[in-house]
């Protein structure tokens, strides 16, 4: 998810993120770890988010 200075991500748009894993996860809980690196063009320094969510797979 990245964009130019001409054509700025529109804050509070979802992205879909997809995870590639040899074999696929297996069934259960996974926890998914976050950052966000926010490229902002009036702010001297990159605003940085982190996050975790737990999911669980069921097939």
Do not use: C
Not at 24 to 44: I, K
């Amino acid at each position: 998810m990245e964009t130019a200075y001409d054509r700025r991500w529109p804050f509070g748009t979802a992205a879909t993120i997809l995870v590639d894993h040899p074999g696929g996860f297996p069934d259960g809980e996974h926890e998914l770890a976050l950052l966000q690196q926010l490229r902002v063009s009036y702010l001297p320094f990159p605003s940085i988010n982190t996050d975790a969510k737990r999911v669980t797979l069921e097939a």
